[in-house]
């Protein structure tokens, strides 16, 4: 599958608010294959920094598990030297998307303008399921089980699922996956 190549992202998050990151999840593809994946607990920005209770229940991340993790400024410098020139694909992108613009506004950095696919849209448009939330199209792909609110498992499983839906449908590009739109920045 020669030039599908892109990182998957996964990002938790404290709250609801987008841009309380606690988490991130990333898998490297190249020609098709994943290569490469990274995950890390991220200390929220201060003014966002809060732990729901609702959130805790899905992710299990709690205050004191993020007590010593790195914040925002740096994981995003790890984000764009794990990513390099590469696209984002995210399950549900306008959730992840919007969790790196408000990380980087509670933090006062510029915005990375990192294309965005979304893998719900992929799913949705090819696979015909009932649901495209990310453990059922991972069972409709006999992707067996994974981690579900682990952003290192999701974003696995996210990179997992774009390949396998390629190679189901030959469609060796991100341009032929996503052909109708291009792209959204971030």
């Known amino acids: 599958m ?58 299990g991340i709690r205050p004191a598990d993020v007590r010593t993790a790195p914040r925002w400024p740096e994981s995003l410098q790890r984000i764009q030297a794990f990513a390099g020139s590469d696209p984002f694909v995210a399950h549900n992108a306008s959730f992840d998307r919007s969790v790196l613009r408000g990380a980087c506004a509670e933090s006062g950095l510029p915005v990375p303008g990192t294309a965005f696919h979304c893998s719900v849209q992929l799913a949705r448009r090819l696979l015909g399921l009932g649901s495209n939330r990310l453990p059922d ?50």
């Open 137 to 186: 199209v991972a069972r409709a792909l006999g992707l067996g089980g994974f981690r579900h609110h682990d952003a290192g498992s999701d974003a696995e499983m996210c990179a997992a699922a774009v390949v396998a839906i390629a190679r189901r449908h030959v469609l060796h590009s991100l341009d032929v996956l996503w052909p109708t739109a291009g792209p959204a920045a971030v």
């Open 2 to 59: 020669h030039g599908l190549n892109f990182t998957a992202i996964d990002f938790e998050t404290a709250n609801s608010k987008r841009g309380s990151v606690c988490a991130v999840g990333l898998a490297k593809v190249q020609d098709g294959v994943v290569v490469g994946s990274a995950s890390w607990l991220i200390k929220p920005p201060r003014s966002v920094g809060e732990f729901a209770p609702r959130n805790i229940e899905v992710h």
